[in-house]
């Protein structure tokens, strides 16, 4: 999970790492009244998960509160990569002679912990590496030691002080800075489960080594270990490798399914489009399906079958779980059909198709929005599910008109979907059904 920068930053001076003032976190343009006190010049950097920010336009120096004030609501106006800019951080700008590229992370291949560095701070270090390899120093650290040895420290800071040409003077000095630095960025990363804690750049500056940018990951998996971490930085829940879980991905972890929108929050219709959400029996159907929607409408309707989530109900899901998953789609404005499948193995069919049916009815009763529903269901407790569902479209049958359920193995998943697009495309059109 990654960390915004002002978050990174935390962290690395929890270490006793040097990071520039901050003076102000802006969470939205309409906030902003006056900066306040601030020693100028500042630089303004919207925050988000990705890369190339500046290249976006997301990084800027401003030499006044004017300047400083105009960054902040012209970078709020910013997508990056397809990402809305949600917060901005405003800090000192800092003078320096040099930058320098320093991280640790783990190897994906060993597991051992390596430690990166570069006197090429402040670009791309994949185009270093392609191009110059010989100007990276790698240190790969078998055993993973709980802490950065005084030799390896200083492998690494002599390494940097001699590819930036310093003067004999002020080598050992600086090599010992550089030093300190690699120190901390090793006991960041292991005392906060980090997968990855870089610096980029690294300046050199009249007042020691700074760092300027940060980029942390960590580790999901240990996420459990670092609540009191996760909660002195604000974390709500885990976030996505480049974003924060939207709306309904919450509500759905609060249910405790899980879910992820495949389109971006708020995205907009696109007329002639058929949105599909899906509920799957698992993850692997999940995947399936939103490849088979995806193929099914290029083949028959043109590219305009659009699926909007992947979902994994887990094993065994409750009947009220059921329902709260196809509730959660039928409330996203964008969603036309929902197709589902339950391959009744550890789950189900017979309480799988209750919470269907609940959804279904409570929707109907409360006069919310309902949306058709197709699918098919196999597997264990299917005959209870069958004599279910037939009892209820005899007791409710206004209400579970919108559904079609394929009983047993007389289809597979692939001709259900197939048929599903084409039934709700041609009573879009008017027909009957």
């Known amino acids: 999970m990654r960390l915004y920068e002002h978050e990174a930053k935390q962290l690395l001076a929890a270490e006793g790492l040097r990071v520039p003032r901050r ?3 802006v969470r939205s343009a309409g906030s902003l009244k006056r900066l306040g006190k601030c020693e100028y010049p500042v630089m303004v950097k919207a925050q988000v998960l990705v890369g190339g920010r500046g290249k976006a336009g997301g990084v800027r120096r ?36 040099a930058g320098c ?10 597991f051992n912990l390596v430690i990166l560095a570069s006197a090429s701070g402040g670009v791309d270090i994949e185009q270093v590496a392609r191009e110059r390899p010989e100007s990276i120093l790698r240190l790969e650290l078998p055993g993973n030691p709980e802490a950065l040895g005084a030799a390896e ?34 006991a960041a990363l292991q005392r906060n489960d980090c997968k990855l804690v870089e610096v980029n750049p690294l300046l050199v500056t009249a007042g020691g080594v700074l760092c300027a940018d940060a980029k942390i990951i960590l580790d999901e998996n240990a996420l459990y270990r670092q609540r009191e971490l996760l909660a002195r930085l604000g974390v709500r829940g885990k976030r ?13 972890a609060a249910a405790g399914f899980a879910y992820v929108d495949l389109l971006p929050e708020g995205a907009e219709r696109e007329p002639g489009k058929t949105y599909v959400g899906l509920v799957p029996g698992g993850a692997g159907y999940g995947i399936f399906a939103i490849d088979e929607v995806g193929n099914i409408g290029a083949e028959f309707l043109g590219g305009r079958a659009v699926p909007v989530n992947f979902m994994d109900s887990g094993g065994g899901p409750s009947r009220q779980a059921v329902s709260a998953m196809f509730a959660l789609l039928m409330d996203h404005p964008l969603v036309d059909l929902i197709i589902t499948s339950r391959f ?23 006069g919310q929005r309902v949306v058709p529903v197709y699918g098919r269901m196999v597997g264990t407790d ?41 039934d709700f495309q041609f009573r879009s059109k008017g027909g009957a059904r």
């Not at 579970?400 to 084409?422: D, F, H, K």
């Open 344 to 366: 009744g193995g550890i789950s189900s069919c017979d309480t799988f198709i209750r919470g269907l049916v609940d959804c279904l009815r409570e929707r109907a009763a409360a």
């Open 153 to 186: 420290a200083g492998k690494v800071g002599r390494f940097l002080a001699e590819e930036l040409n310093t003067p004999l003077d002020q080598a050992d000095r600086l090599a010992e800075r550089f030093a300190e630095a690699a120190m901390g960025l090793y």
């Open 240 to 252: 996505h490798e480049v974003a924060e879980p939207t709306e309904r991905e919450r509500r759905a």
């Open 101 to 110: 590229y320093l991280a640790v992370a783990v190897s994906p291949q060993t």
């Open 382 to 422: 299917l005959a209870a599910a069958r004599a279910f569902l037939e009892g209820a479209r005899g007791q409710t049958p206004a209400e579970l008109e919108p559904l079609s359920m394929v009983i047993g193995n007389r289809q597979i998943m692939a001709e259900v979907i197939r048929e599903a697009l084409t």
């Open 62 to 97: 401003a030499g006044s509160e004017d300047e400083a004030c105009a960054a902040v609501r012209e970078i709020f106006y910013l997508t990056i990569q397809g990402y809305p800019v949600r917060s901005v951080l405003v800090e000192s700008a800092a003078e320096s002679s």
């Open 23 to 25: 003076w102000a976190l």
